[in-house]
């Protein structure tokens, strides 16, 4: 099976970004049947299989929105499932409006606050860093990416008050330099969401987008090793078909 990568939780917005707090809930009661894990003992097995052992997942979010806190949380701890959140570090304080959603108006979409990322670290999240800023790495120079990337953790640090080893691309994307740089920040896994075939390893481990809809049935297609076969092979795109099918 596969790192799960979610972005929010939310009652009413409606995006491929977003589930109900009520399909979430379905989900997490599906997988807690089964084995998740947290993204530290994840990493390292993806890193190097490609994918979880068969009836295990590992649950993750990227963008720090206001329901992860408000409502994922809440329906992960019922579960006693661990988590872990991606932060846009300037976003917590303030300095940094949410504008890399397509679709919607920059800033109309809130992120948690450092307040907030703090109370979700001492209640046992994990939080990782999902950049400084969320630029592209992939269109700045390596030195850009490494600045960005440090500065990012420090802030992080400083937040949580403990190490932030874990980064997640902005929207999935690497090159070979922004690897470097995310290795030589002192990260010891980055992660990325790819849609077709990619490099894997310690600095591109793979996760896949869970979208609303996305229901058990889509969740058990995502879950068999031949998905994460197929979704890193030339017939990616035939399988990402047969989920939006059976959603
Ligand atoms: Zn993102």
Same mark, same amino acid.
């Given at each position: 099976m596969s790192i799960l990568c979610y972005h929010e939780v939310d009652p009413t917005w409606q995006s491929t970004l977003s589930v109900t707090p009520a399909n979430f809930r379905q989900q997490c009661e599906w997988l807690s049947?089964?084995?998740? +894990?947290s993204l530290d003992e994840a990493a390292p097995i993806v890193a190097s299989k490609g994918r979880l052992p068969r009836r295990t997942s590992c649950i993750t979010f990227d963008d720090g929105f206001v329901g992860v806190g408000a409502y994922a949380w809440p329906i992960l701890r019922q579960f006693g +499932?661990?988590?872990t959140v991606f932060i846009v570090a300037e976003t917590m304080v303030g300095e940094k409006a949410v504008d890399w959603v397509d679709?919607?108006?920059?800033?109309t979409l809130q992120t948690m606050t450092r307040t907030e990322v703090q109370r979700l670290a001492a209640e046992g999240m994990t939080i990782g860093s999902h950049s400084r800023w969320h630029h592209d790495l992939t269109t700045l120079t390596e030195a850009e990416v490494y600045d960005d990337l440090v500065?990012?953790?420090d802030i992080l640090e400083d937040v949580t008050g403990g190490p932030i080893s874990h980064l997640a691309y902005p929207r999935g994307r690497h090159n070979a330099g922004v690897r470097r740089a995310a290795e030589r920040a002192g990260y010891q896994w980055a992660h990325a969401l790819p849609e077709t075939k990619d490099v894997g390893g310690q600095w591109a481990v793979p996760r896949v987008g869970v979208y609303p809809g996305n229901g058990k049935m889509?969740?058990?297609v995502k879950s068999v090793p031949l998905y994460a076969r197929l979704r890193t092979s030339s017939l990616g795109p035939r399988m990402s078909d047969l989920v939006k099918t059976v959603r």
């Open positions: 049947n089964r084995r998740v +894990l +499932l661990p988590a679709g919607t108006e920059p800033g500065a990012s953790r889509a969740l058990r």
